[in-house]
């Protein structure tokens, strides 16, 4: 099975800045639509953002636009989220999720990703 690792979350001020990793474990990442997704206490879990296969193709929630970046390394097997000019309402655990398909150029969040990580918690306050 397809395991996946979030690292990188904490507690940050408003304003601040995080970097949010996933990696993957057994499986190679270069193939995988990859996905970011959070869910706030008493929220239902949302679309952040996501990145296609080879990292050309992308989209954003209209909330992160401007402030949160997604972007891959295959040769580390690893996505990133830069998490810039943070705001209490970003405060959720984030979780990446990934699906195969390594011809699509684009990317959808409202698709069903097969694999789940365990998810990080992202803390915004002053």
């Known amino acids: 099975q397809l395991q996946l690792v979030e690292s990188g979350g904490g507690l940050v001020q408003p304003g601040g800045s995080l970097r949010l990793f996933c990696t993957a474990s057994?499986?190679?990442?270069?193939?995988?639509?990859i996905g970011w997704f959070r869910q706030a206490p008493g929220k239902e879990r949302e679309g952040v953002l996501c990145i296609s296969s080879n990292g050309y193709g992308t989209e954003y929630a209209d909330s992160v636009k401007g402030r949160f970046t997604i972007s891959r390394d295959n040769a580390k097997n690893m996505v990133s989220l830069q998490m810039n000019n943070l705001k209490p309402e970003d405060t959720a655990v984030y979780y990446c999720?990934?699906?195969?398909?390594?011809?699509?150029?684009?990317?959808?969040?409202?698709?069903?990703?097969?694999?789940w990580g365990q998810g990080t918690q992202v803390t915004v306050s002053s």
């Open positions: 999720a990934a699906d195969y398909d390594p011809y699509l150029p684009t990317c959808k969040m409202r698709r069903t990703y097969a694999s």
């Open positions: 057994g499986f190679s990442l270069d193939r995988y639509i």
